[in-house]
């Protein structure tokens, strides 16, 4: 073969990639999204921050509301550090409570979608969901966490990743 001719195929077997990949990779659906925040939960709750942190774009923002009985809401803006940093700080706080009570904690978490909402192109969503962490023993919880947010999603490459992301979060003693 001569140098024109593997050119042409490599250009050839390149266009065909893309192609194959755009019909088959970026279209986002609700099934792609769900096993995104499947897997945000999995890495959360294994305490996997390397895993949760390749959810978030590098570019991300957004805000969060965090409310405690008898304390004032903080508000602040996030970035990807703040949601990467959400594994290192949830197991922190589990294992200060563990030395307070002198028992061994598990988490219980349940993830909710409420609302998905695709872009015609398929490229991006908005994503409404709803979060409980429990952290406690086996007769029940010893801190609830609740949290609400919206999420924008976007696919490039054919990688899902968080790129904005407002959320509002309750903690609580017990069950609530």
Known sequence: MDLKKIILLICVSIGLWFAWDAANNRALTEERIFELYREAGRALMNN??????????????????????????????????????????????????????????????????????????????????????????????ILTLQSRSTDKLRQRSGKIQVFQSDSSMTAFPGNG
């Open 48 to 141: 996997d921050g390397k895993a949760y942190c390749a959810l978030f774009s590098d570019d991300l923002s957004g805000n969060s509301e965090t409310r405690m009985p008898g304390m004032p809401v903080e508000r602040k803006a996030i970035a990807k550090k703040d949601a990467c940093a959400a594994v290192d700080d949830l197991h922190a706080l589990k294992r200060k409570m563990e030395e307070g009570a002198k028992v061994t904690l598990y988490f219980n978490h349940e993830f909710h979608m409420d609302s998905v909402t695709l872009a015609p192109d398929k490229k991006s969503a908005t994503v409404t969901s709803r979060e409980e962490i429990r952290i406690g023993t086996e007769r029940g919880a």
